[in-house]
């Protein structure tokens, strides 16, 4: 689904299994967020396709976090992609693979932190959203004031806190950073976008009066 021009969204849709919308930036560089899990891959696969694109035509990817329903697919790209996560979540990953004594497969090229990400012509901001996982990052498009929130919030939604690296302080502080941002689209790792300036207002103020009385 085109959402704005250089602005795809494939969404998940399928209640029955656990995966993440995948968000595809086409400029004179293809950027992919979030391609979910290794397994159910098809689906943006068939996405890339419909655009007449192959995953190999994707130059970056980019991970809000490192759950695998966001993350698990960057082993169906090849070597030219580039994959990028923010500094603290390889960090944490990282450590949570050497306590379980799994090995650490994930090549990340890039780790990023606060501040602008351009990538071709497209410029993006990187924000480090904590709550959800320490390294959780938002992403935000001025070109079309678009905010890819991963999993810290969805429409009439926030994310959990009670996975490990959880913490719902952390969560309540990065909310309160997206005041800040004028945001015209959300863009949820999960469930339907949220489209107008109004409705991102109302929807974000939901979203801190809800988490404040769990807290
Ligand atoms: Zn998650």
Partial sequence: MQIREGLHLFQWNNPAEN?????FLSGKR?????????ALFGHVAKGLELLRLEPKDVDLVLVTHFHPDHMEAIKRFKERTFFAIYREEYHFLKEV?????????TNFHILLKEGSLKVGGIQLEIIHTPGHSPGHMCIYWPRHKALFSG???????IGRT????GDPEALKESLGRLEDLEVEILLPGHG????????????????????????
Wanted: proline share 3%.
């Fill in 151 to 157: 999993d810290l919030l969805f429409l009439n939604g």
């Fill in 30 to 38: 293809k950027v992919l967020i979030d391609p979910g899990h290794f």
């Fill in 97 to 105: 693979l050497e306590e379980r004594d799994e090995a650490f497969e």
């Fill in 19 to 23: 995966n993440c919308n995948t968000y």
């Fill in 192 to 215: 339907l976008p949220v489209i107008g300036k109004e409705e991102c207002i109302r929807n974000l103020k939901w979203a801190k009066e809800t988490l404040y009385m769990y807290l």
């Fill in 162 to 165: 009670d996975l490990i690296g």
